[in-house]
Structure formats: C-alpha cells, structure tokens
C-alpha cells in the first residue's frame, strides 16, 4: 500500500531553470495538497485540489503552477526556480476533513 | 483568512518532565487535527478531535479540544527520547476544505 508518492526526494536547480513535482496517491482522496516547509514557518500551504478538475490557491501560490490530472495526481511546477524557492515540498491527500496523509518529501535547493 | 497559531515554537525538556503544546485558531473550527514530525521525516497524522470540550488519550498523549472549539492542546505525560519531533496542530479552512497548519512546536528530550 502506497499512499503518497512523491518524487524526486532530492532535486538540485539553477536559478531560473523549471521543474516538475510529481505526486500521486492510491486512497482514491478527493483533496490533495502541496506545502512547502522552511525552518520555523511550519507547514504553509501552496495550492490545494478539492477535486479532480479544480485547484485554489493557498498562503504561498506566487512563482508556482499546479495540475489535478485525475483523482490519483496532483503535480507542482516552478517556471523559474528562484533562491526563495529552496525548501522542503510536501504533497499530501485526504478524504474531505478527515485526516491527511503526506508523501515522503521532496528536498529542492535553488542555487 | 483563518490563521492557527501555536505555542511554544521551541522546547527542551528532561526525559521524564511533562510537556505541553498550544493551538489556537483565529475562527472557530469543525474539528481539529494534531500530527508529528521526527526529524528528516514527514507529517504523520495523530488524532482528531470533533466535539466541543472533547478529551482524548493516546498511551502518554492526551489531546483537548476547547468548548468554543476555537483552541486546542497536546499534553504528554513522562517525555521519552522516542517523543522527539515536531508535533502541528491542523483545522480546516472556512469552508471546511484547506487544512491550515500552526507553526508546530519543536520538542526536544535530554536524557
């Protein structure tokens, strides 16, 4: 059993280069989430996906697009990968408020 | 927009000593949640908490939710060095969608 897959765990990129995160999970959840984690911010929330076809912006969305392919994927791209973007990426899913289950992480630094 | 808000940031305990974290939201919540982070790791959901003034336990966890369901609080009994994390507390957004999380408390154990 799955859950939350996430990938790349580990991603390094120049200034301005673009990128892909991928996540998908297999608990067939309407909601999926995208955080970002910086020391001592917390969990901040970049864009969420109540369900297939529709996203909403969360407390952090400037510099990032997403995509709600089907119910299982939910993917964040950075045009342009700046400094500020460096930090730890979450992606999480969960059934209407109930409790969210989190993919592994994906660890990006922008140099 | 709602904000939940959490207290300490930072604390450093004995192995054995009691330790207390603090949730508050700005709006009134439907239900809250509480999960823990050990470092390098991700979010790993804990427990819900539904009703007004509802109390619940988990071995050395106890869990509270306010009777104006507006504040929350995790207290654990005898610290371990295994309670090492960050322990965030999470609600619903206006709409019942968005999970907005605190800040999170950082505990650390001596042993």
């Known amino acids: 059993n799955a859950g939350v897959t996430q990938t790349p765990k580990f991603q390094v990129l120049k200034t301005g280069q673009s990128m892909t995160l991928q996540c998908a999970q297999d608990?067939?959840?309407?909601?999926m989430y995208w955080y970002r984690q910086d020391p001592g911010m917390g969990l901040r929330l970049i864009y969420y996906?109540?369900?297939?076809?529709?996203?909403d912006k969360g407390e952090v969305p400037n510099g990032y697009n997403v995509s709600r392919l089907n119910k299982r994927e939910f993917s964040l791209r950075l045009e342009s990968a700046a400094p500020s973007q460096t930090s730890v990426y979450f992606c999480?899913?969960?059934?209407?408020?109930?409790?969210?289950?989190f993919g592994q992480g994906t660890r990006l630094t922008v140099v | 927009g709602q904000q939940v808000m959490q207290i300490p940031q930072y604390q450093h305990v004995q192995e054995g000593e009691d330790f207390t974290t603090y949730c508050n939201s700005s709006?009134?919540?439907?239900?809250i949640q509480w999960y823990k982070q050990r470092p390098g790791g991700h979010p790993v959901f804990l427990i819900q908490?539904?009703?007004?003034?509802e109390v619940k336990k988990q071995k050395r966890l106890t869990f509270q939710f306010g009777e104006a369901k507006k504040n929350s609080s995790l207290h654990i009994t005898a610290t371990q060095t295994t309670d090492v994390g960050t322990y965030f507390c999470?609600?619903?957004?206006?709409?019942?969608?968005?999970?907005?999380f605190g800040a999170g408390t950082i505990l650390r154990v001596k042993s």
């Open positions: 608990m067939n959840h309407n909601s």
């Open positions: 999470a609600g619903p957004g206006e709409y019942g969608n968005k999970l907005v």
């Open positions: 996906s109540a369900s297939e076809g529709t996203t």
């Open positions: 908490l539904v009703k007004s003034g």
């Open positions: 999480a899913s969960s059934a209407l408020r109930q409790a969210a289950f």
């Open positions: 709006t009134t919540l439907s239900n």
